[in-house]
């Protein structure tokens, strides 16, 4: 009788058959599941929530085997807060952080066991640990644990996704394919705004997706100002135009015109729906990153302006009542504190002073993380210029962060994101080094969506961080897919150097005389 040989037991397994295992082990799991469930379901009154529960353990063994489908579905999750949704409408216990941890898991299992590749952590990711080592060490020093360590935990939650996206966008389709989901996203969510505020119907918030409180619009004057499924129409603006220049430049440089028209249909209900929320950064950060897209892709200049003149004239009669008045009041951002008329600008300018005296106070490590808020009170009842005598946030990321984790935050909080936009930028160097320039507007619709994001929120502190998250994952991702890419072309350069040099050799020694 025919035997292996001993080497081939010593062999190690290649990785269509660890798929192939796999595959088996989930048939296997699958089916005690379904007869172990069938029994419950006989025996127990609750079968509804027997048949709940397999399905939930059936999903979470196929995103522990397919972590990039987890990766689509946790980032819609997060971008239209379902676990806010679940767990305020319906009581259901917030399901992201166990998210997190199939996932990781699923990577982990993915690249170690099948691919055997290594994790991706280089100094970017590293300057990202070190912020969350100073966070935790301004909580520690402040000696408020209670509510800073929660934050500290969601900290550590976020930077798993960060993980998760970087380890899993390192493949091309991956990475286009979650660009495309973000886009998608901000555009549903966008429509349903869109469709509330054209109708004025706000009975249906559509399990939350589109609220739409009642907000100041100018002094003496309230509307219905939208918030997505978050709770402020500042922040939700903020997420959409984070997603904008991604959406933006699909429709300059897709070269379908299926795409380029979904991606056109995108960037529209992503603008409108930003105007709904009269957010006046925003609004000031489409039309900058509208004509920085213009400058960087060499378009007409003269007529894009004419363009955005003539869409902005026919528009006017249907704009939002008021919104041409509030962002009037943009003029009183440069009066002094004492002679403003409108209560935002007394409260931001109240919530910066306060902010650069807290920071005075805890020079070094800052009040504590997420502490602003709480020791608010304490400052502004001294100046006198804000009299909502309530906690507030900073409205200013950078002010809050000198605040509240001092100047060893502040240091690395700006090493963070400089090494971010430096990964951008060697990611779109190499790019065009090996000849893919096709990916650079991928890369550059990223690098303009993060700076959107931080340049409004010198507005705005960081509620609803975790949707930096996201393009911060995004962005890193980028540099991993471009060193893979380059490792690549490298051993395809090789290869064909390999292939070459015999038949250079013969060749050279057929026309060698002296040979």
């Not at 060490?137 to 402040?142: E, G, K, M, R, V």
Request: glycine content about 8%; overall charge positive.
């Amino acid at each position: 009788m025919a035997s292996l040989p001993v080497g081939a037991l010593r062999r190690p397994l290649n990785t269509e058959t660890k798929r192939q295992l796999l595959r088996a082990a989930v048939v296997v799991i699958g089916a005690l599941i379904a007869m172990g469930m069938s029994a419950a379901v006989g025996t127990s009154p609750d079968g509804a929530l027997v048949i709940g529960f397999a399905i939930a353990a059936v999903g979470a063994i196929y995103m522990i085997l397919r972590p990039s489908f987890g990766m689509i579905f946790l980032v819609i999750m997060i971008y239209f807060d379902f676990s806010n949704i679940l767990e305020v409408g319906f009581g259901i216990p917030s399901a992201n952080k166990l998210l997190v941890v199939l996932i990781v898991v699923g990577v982990i299992g993915t690249r170690a066991i099948i691919h055997g590749k290594p994790l991706v952590i280089r100094p970017t990711e590293g300057a990202i640990i070190l912020y969350g080592f100073v966070i935790a060490l301004s909580i520690f020093a402040s000696g408020l644990l209670e509510d800073s360590l929660k934050q500290l935990l969601d900290f550590a939650k976020d930077f798993a996704i960060i993980l998760i996206i970087i380890q899993l966008c390192d493949d091309e389709k991956i990475w286009k394919r979650l660009q495309w989901t973000m886009i998608i996203l901000a555009a549903f969510l966008s429509l349903l705004t869109c469709y509330t505020m054209l109708t004025g119907d706000t009975s249906n918030n559509f399990l939350g997706l589109a609220r739409s409180p009642v907000h100041e619009i100018t002094a003496g004057f309230d509307s219905i100002r939208p918030t997505g499924p978050l709770d402020d129409p500042n922040f939700y603006a903020q997420i959409l135009l984070m997603v904008f220049p991604l959406a933006a430049y699909r429709v300059v440089d897709e070269k379908k015109t299926f795409s380029r028209g979904f991606a056109l249909v995108c960037s529209a209900l992503i603008v409108a729906a930003i105007i709904f929320t009269y957010s006046r950064s925003a609004f000031i950060m489409i039309i900058v990153i509208s004509f920085v897209i213009v400058f960087e892709r060499k378009m007409n200049v003269y007529k894009f302006a004419a363009l955005g003149l003539a869409i902005l004239v026919g528009a006017t009669p249907i704009l939002p009542a008021g919104y041409l008045a509030r962002m009037a009041t943009l003029t009183g951002a440069a009066e002094g504190a004492d002679t403003q008329t409108e209560a935002s600008f007394r409260g931001r300018s109240s919530e910066a002073q306060v902010a650069v005296l807290m920071f005075l106070d805890y020079p070094l490590l800052g009040a504590g993380y997420s502490n602003f808020e709480e020791n608010y009170l304490k400052y502004s009842t001294q100046l006198g210029i804000d009299d909502r005598l309530q906690n507030r946030q900073a409205h200013n990321l950078y002010l809050e962060a000198a605040a509240e984790t001092g100047v060893i935050g502040l240091f690395a909080f700006s090493l963070m994101y400089l090494l971010i936009f430096r990964s951008l930028w060697i990611a779109r160097k190499q790019l065009i080094q090996i000849g893919r320039r096709d990916l650079v507007p991928w890369i550059t619709g990223l690098a303009f969506g993060l700076l959107g994001y931080l340049l409004t929120s010198i507005f705005l502190h960081d509620d609803y961080v975790r949707y930096l998250r996201l393009m911060m994952g995004l962005a890193l991702s980028a540099s991993a897919l471009s060193e893979a890419l380059v490792r690549q072309h490298n051993q395809r350069q090789t290869h064909r150097a390999l292939v070459a040099a015999p038949h250079e050799g013969l060749f050279s020694s057929k026309t060698n005389p002296n040979s």
